[in-house]
């Protein structure tokens, strides 16, 4: 009879010291990315594909003055641009017949992204319309790149052999890049020029940051939620659960210095957020008794304002200031949003506003279909430090356009 309590409390002991390792697996106070060697022989998932066509001059196609599609091939979801200021020298003669010189400052926007078939990094010079590829990396079936402040590196991933995500750290040479650890469920760069992580399980989530070459990483909070989607701004993180009809979801501020999560929005159906980059406003979308609505929440005295048109934050991106936000806004909604679109099912056809966040005023800045007479599903908007050229990603098939405002 004395077996049998003994043999109960050896099976809590053993329950209980899985639970500790795995706790200390998973919520340990420090971390540490795992920096590996190019576990695929250099090659990602999906086909090579021929390398884009460059040009010294026109390249792009216009579709309409100031509307170009810069490529037609897919790219991946993530582009940066960063503003150019050159100089030209031209001899010119005085009033006085004495030659001299004068010199003038040109200013471009140039626009880097990475070719999804091939991995190839490529550079867009906006108003002198040429093309320049940067790198010969063969990296296949990039999906998505993150890219440092300054343009010098990209977080390209992509589904690598065995259906796991890897991510690669790559110089925009294509030369010295290298793999961290596989499986992350995010690799982005932060706005400070430092990578952030994110490891999910089953049992909850591990937020890191460390240098951007992937050292010195330590965690900076963990959660129980185990499907959770993080912004870092140059402020606070912002966290929220994935979006669904069918889900209330929550939207959170999470204190990088202590880890402590406060709840600012929910529960809401399809909830979304998408924080400014300074963290000091979060826009959101979210159903209404199944109407999709567009609001903007002030972190500071937690008062939201709905926004005069309807879309989801996935098709939003903020200028660099804060003060606006530039939006993909559908022509018509369709029901069971954000799910079927997530999946696929639905696809559409957007107009693309400016929002000013001071003014509260929508100005539509472009209509693809009127100026152009394309249907464009955008999703990746931002703009340059300037807000010269609008870029966006046509869902439909991946294509990269830019809008000169």
Same mark, same amino acid.
């Given at each position: 009879?004395?077996?049998?309590?003994?043999?109960?409390?050896?099976?809590?002991?053993?329950?209980?010291?899985?639970?500790?390792?795995?706790?200390?697996?998973?919520?340990?106070?420090?971390?540490?990315?795992?920096?590996?060697?190019?576990?695929?022989?250099?090659?990602?998932?999906?086909?090579?594909?021929?390398?884009?066509?460059? %040009?010294?001059?026109?390249?792009?196609?216009?579709?309409?003055? !100031?509307?170009?599609?810069?490529?037609?091939?897919?790219?991946?979801?993530?582009?940066?641009?960063?503003?150019?200021?050159?100089?030209?020298?031209?001899?010119?003669?005085?009033?006085?017949?004495?030659?001299?010189?004068?010199?003038?400052?040109?200013?471009?926007?140039?626009?880097?992204?990475?070719?999804?078939?091939?991995?190839?990094?490529?550079?867009?010079?906006?108003?002198?319309?040429?093309?320049?590829?940067?790198?010969? !990396?063969?990296?296949?079936?990039?999906?998505?790149?993150?890219?440092?402040?300054?343009?010098?590196?990209?977080?390209?991933?992509?589904?690598?052999?065995?259906?796991?995500? %890897?991510?690669?750290?790559?110089?925009?040479?294509?030369?010295?890049?290298?793999?961290?650890?596989?499986? +992350?469920?995010?690799?982005?760069?932060?706005?400070?020029?430092?990578?952030?992580?994110?490891?999910?399980?089953?049992?909850?989530?591990?937020?890191?940051?460390?240098?951007?070459?992937?050292?010195? %990483?330590?965690?900076?909070?963990?959660?129980?939620?185990?499907?959770?989607?993080?912004?870092?701004?140059?402020?606070?993180?912002?966290?929220?659960? !994935?979006?669904?009809?069918?889900?209330?979801?929550?939207?959170?501020?999470?204190?990088?210095?202590?880890? %402590?999560?406060?709840?600012? +929005?929910?529960?809401?159906?399809?909830?979304?957020?998408?924080?400014?980059?300074?963290?000091?406003?979060?826009?959101?979308?979210?159903?209404?008794?199944?109407?999709?609505?567009?609001?903007? +929440? *002030?972190?500071?005295?937690?008062?939201?304002?709905?926004?005069?048109?309807?879309?989801?934050?996935? !098709?939003?991106?903020?200028? /660099?200031?804060?003060?606006?936000?530039?939006?993909?806004?559908?022509?018509?909604?369709?029901?069971?949003?954000?799910?079927?679109?997530?999946?696929?099912?639905?696809?559409?056809?957007?107009?693309?506003?400016?929002? *000013?966040?001071?003014? /509260?005023?929508?100005?539509?800045?472009?209509?693809?279909?009127?100026?152009?007479?394309?249907?464009? *599903?955008?999703?990746?908007?931002?703009?340059?430090?300037?807000?010269?050229?609008?870029?966006?990603?046509?869902?439909?098939?991946?294509?990269?356009?830019?809008?000169?405002?």
């Amino acid at each position: 009879m004395r077996k049998r309590p003994l043999a109960l409390i050896a099976s809590v002991i053993v329950i209980l010291g899985i639970v500790a390792a795995l706790y200390f697996l998973l919520f340990a106070d420090s971390a540490e990315l795992i920096v590996t060697d190019d576990p695929f022989a250099g090659t990602g998932s999906g086909l090579v594909g021929e390398p884009i066509i460059e %040009a010294d001059a026109g390249a792009g196609e216009e579709f309409a003055p !100031k509307f170009v599609r810069i490529t037609d091939r897919p790219v991946a979801e993530g582009v940066i641009a960063i503003n150019r200021i050159s100089t030209t020298t031209t001899p010119v003669e005085t009033a006085s017949g004495t030659p001299a010189l004068a010199t003038t400052a040109v200013t471009d926007t140039e626009i880097r992204f990475i070719d999804r078939a091939s991995g190839n990094v490529y550079r867009y010079m906006a108003h002198e319309r040429s093309m320049t590829r940067l790198s010969n !990396k063969t990296l296949p079936g990039i999906q998505q790149a993150s890219w440092l402040p300054d343009g010098s590196r990209a977080y390209a991933r992509f589904i690598g052999e065995g259906g796991t995500v %890897a991510t690669y750290v790559l110089p925009v040479s294509g030369e010295g890049g290298f793999f961290i650890e596989q499986g +992350l469920a995010v690799a982005k760069a932060t706005p400070s020029g430092s990578l952030f992580t994110l490891l999910s399980g089953p049992t909850g989530t591990v937020g890191s940051v460390a240098n951007s070459d992937g050292t010195g %990483a330590r965690t900076i909070f963990t959660s129980l939620l185990s499907s959770l989607i993080v912004h870092p701004t140059s402020g606070s993180y912002f966290g929220h659960t !994935k979006g669904s009809a069918f889900l209330d979801g929550y939207g959170f501020q999470i204190n990088t210095a202590s880890g %402590a999560f406060t709840r600012i +929005l929910g529960p809401l159906r399809g909830l979304s957020v998408l924080p400014s980059p300074d963290g000091t406003r979060v826009l959101y979308s979210y159903l209404d008794r199944g109407t999709l609505r567009l609001a903007v +929440l *002030d972190v500071a005295t937690r008062t939201t304002t709905a926004l005069p048109v309807s879309t989801m934050v996935e !098709k939003c991106g903020w200028s /660099r200031d804060s003060l606006s936000a530039y939006c993909g806004v559908p022509l018509s909604l369709s029901s069971g949003l954000p799910d079927f679109w997530y999946q696929g099912a639905v696809t559409f056809s957007d107009r693309l506003w400016r929002i *000013d966040m001071e003014e /509260r005023l929508a100005v539509m800045v472009v209509d693809p279909g009127t100026v152009a007479d394309v249907s464009i *599903d955008a999703v990746a908007i931002h703009t340059d430090p300037e807000e010269d050229i609008l870029l966006f990603t046509d869902k439909h098939n991946g294509s990269l356009w830019a809008y000169d405002m």
